[in-house]
Each structure stands twice: as C-alpha cells, then as structure tokens.
C-alpha cells in the first residue's frame, strides 16, 4: 500500500507534535507538512510541486490568524482534489455546519483514538467515505433533518473583470494570494477598515459573500494567472 501523504494544522505545537508522533506508528501515512493556523498552511502550500502536496490535511478550527474554516473554503478553491478531515474539540452545530460547507470531508474529535483518525484517512482516500465521531454524525443528522432546502439561485457574474476597480483588483489578489485584512493593509498602506470597506465592495460586485467564493470567480476567471 502507497503512502498517504497527510498534513497537520494546529496552533497547539504540542498537540500537533503529539499527534505526528502517534501516526508515525502508521506505515501508510506519511507527514508531509505541519502548520500552525490556516494562513501559514497555505504559505507552505504554495512553493509545492503537485507530487509533494498532502492529499488529506487534519485541520484545527479554532486557530488565530485564519482559522480551519476559512482556510479549508479557500484552498478547496485552489486545490479541489485536496481532501480535509477537521480534528477538533468543538462539536457544535454552527462549526459541524460552516466546516462541511466549505468542503470537508469529515469530522473528528480530538479525543478520538489515533487508530481511529487513521482509518478515517484511509476511509477518504480509499473509500471516498465522509468519517465523522458518533457524537458528530448524530448532530449532522439532526441538522440535515431540521434545516429546510434554502437553496438559492445564482446570480449571473459580469465577464469583464473591469466591474472592479483597479485597487478593488489589487484587493481581490492578495486575498487570493492567502493574506488577512492587516496583511493586505501593510502591503497597500490603507487601514484595514479601508480594506474591508473595498472588499464589501468586492463580494457586491460578484455577487458572493465570503473570500471563499470572491476568490473562486477570480480562479475561474483566470484573472491572476
């Protein structure tokens, strides 16, 4: 059996050491990659050949700087193969939900054996499961029963990327680029309220209401190629 190329993000370093120490005792896996919030996981991410990228990443959520949901949203949109399974102590309904939107594929409590977090790597990978703890899969289920269909219907997106002025485009590529709103400020020399102000402009513009999908459009554009 091939490796399974894994990545660890949590801002507890000894957890995260914990835990690369346990799965070392798994022949199967391998650790390829270890970050300390979501931001600092897509800068590692950037520099690497296909080959050397992790195909599951376990991902804290509660992490300063950028959190595991927002960053499992945007590299879903920059890299869809890639595959995320959220190792947290949190089980409430809001996270479980805002986690299986912005794309994972499962959903692991921290006190789970490592055994248990390793089979459900292989259950992704292999099996193309969606490994959830009891606990999770219990409220999961009651959440898909009690919320109504709120689908909404899409709204068309201009083609000329020229609906964005050039500053609003300039925003748009550091965000696609990874960077936080004070980031994006020191690089440009505007306050990060400035920053938000033209990035509410931005989502208005193309329709959307998060980084997530801003940065999908300027993906599927190709506006930063």
């Not at 507890?12 to 690369?20: I, M, N």
């Not at 609003?168 to 004070?182: A, H, S, T």
Request: with cysteine.
């Amino acid at each position: 059996m091939s490796h399974i190329p894994v990545a660890i993000v949590d801002d507890k370093r000894l957890l995260r050491e914990a835990l690369v120490n346990n799965i070392s005792y798994y022949k199967e896996i391998n650790i390829v990659l270890q970050a300390g919030d979501g931001a600092d996981f897509i800068e590692q991410l950037k520099p690497l050949a296909v080959e050397k990228r992790p195909q599951v990443v376990l991902m804290d959520i509660e992490m300063p700087v950028m959190d595991g949901i927002e960053a499992v949203a945007i590299v879903k949109s920059l890299y869809p193969d890639m595959h995320f399974l959220m190792l947290t102590v949190f089980d409430d309904d809001d996270k479980l939900f805002e986690a299986i939107k912005a794309g994972a594929s499962g959903y692991l409590l921290k006190d789970e054996k490592v055994s248990n977090i390793v089979k459900a790597i292989a259950e992704i990978v292999h099996e193309g499961g969606v490994p959830m703890s009891p606990r999770i899969a219990r409220k999961a289920l009651a959440l898909l029963r009690n919320t109504p269909n709120v689908t909404e219907p899409v709204k068309p997106i201009e083609e000329d990327e020229h609906l964005l002025s050039t500053r609003e485009m300039e925003i748009l590529n550091r965000i696609v680029d990874g960077l936080n709103y004070q980031e994006i400020g020191e690089r440009l020399f505007i306050s990060p309220h400035t920053v938000r102000k033209h990035i509410a402009n931005i989502y208005d513009k193309l329709h959307v209401c998060n980084k997530a999908s801003a940065i999908k459009v300027a993906t599927s554009k190709k506006w930063f190629n």
